[in-house]
């Protein structure tokens, strides 16, 4: 069965800092894989995905990701934090084309913006 | 244009009582799905459907049930609701059951006392 793991529960960041946010998986296949972003009193919100080819994926609001298969892992970065990035971030890997888009998702991160 | 609705944004009911979560979306979506939130462990799928009149469970779908009478709708019903389903349910959809993103509504905040 496919799993996520989040190791980071919180992360807490300057403003203008970097930020990465670890995503390991487990899977048998080639994954598709994606981040969501989820502020407070919403719904989750795609930054971006990985399917195949290219693997540093770029997504919305300067986020990007890489895929690396050699350490089932798919990272999440950006180069300067703003305050509004504050929010919970989820990473999920989706099943073979078979099985329906039956996502599973990660626990979550959530990151917190100092001024 | 709306995407997922789901209503009612907050629930409080007693142990025992029954209710039905509303989830409509406008994007003539074939695949919606419905997860529950709880903290630390990320989304959990309940039940999803792939095409009206058909429906399939997820990895927690005891006490649960689902219908999908029309392309639009995908109503969440607990029976008999019990403390263990406090929760935040979100409803997906996706234009079809190959893997894509999911368009996610805002959510149902459901407490059981």
């Known amino acids: 069965a496919q799993s996520v793991t989040q190791p980071d529960i919180h992360i807490t960041v300057s403003e203008g800092a970097s930020l990465e946010l670890r995503c390991n998986y487990s899977?048998?296949?080639?994954?598709?894989l994606f981040w969501y972003v989820q502020s407070p009193g919403q719904g989750l919100q795609l930054l971006l995905k990985?399917?195949?080819?290219?693997?540093l994926v770029q997504g919305i609001k300067g986020f990007e990701a890489e895929f690396k298969r050699s350490q089932s892992s798919f990272n999440l970065r950006k180069p300067s934090v703003h305050w509004s990035d504050a929010a919970e971030y989820f990473c999920a890997v989706g099943p073979p084309p078979a099985a329906g888009n039956k996502l599973t998702f990660g626990g979550g991160t959530r990151v917190l913006v100092k001024p | 244009n709306a995407g997922v609705t789901q209503t009612p944004k907050f629930q409080v009911l007693k142990t025992g009582q029954s209710m039905t979560l509303q989830c409509a979306q406008d994007m003539n979506h074939e695949y919606m799905s419905w997860y529950r939130q709880d903290p630390g462990m990320g989304l959990r799928l309940i039940h999803y459907s792939v095409g009206a009149g058909i429906t399939d469970q997820g990895e927690v779908p005891n006490g649960y049930n689902v219908s999908r009478s029309t392309t639009e709708d995908f109503p969440l019903r607990l029976l008999s609701a019990a403390p263990s389903q406090t929760s935040v349910y979100f409803c997906?959809?996706?234009?079809?059951?190959?893997?894509?993103?999911?368009?996610f509504g805002n959510g149902t905040r459901l407490t059981v006392t």
């Open positions: 997906a959809s996706s234009p079809t059951e190959r893997p894509s993103p999911l368009h």
């Open positions: 899977y048998g296949a080639t994954p598709y």
């Open positions: 990985y399917f195949s080819g290219d693997t």
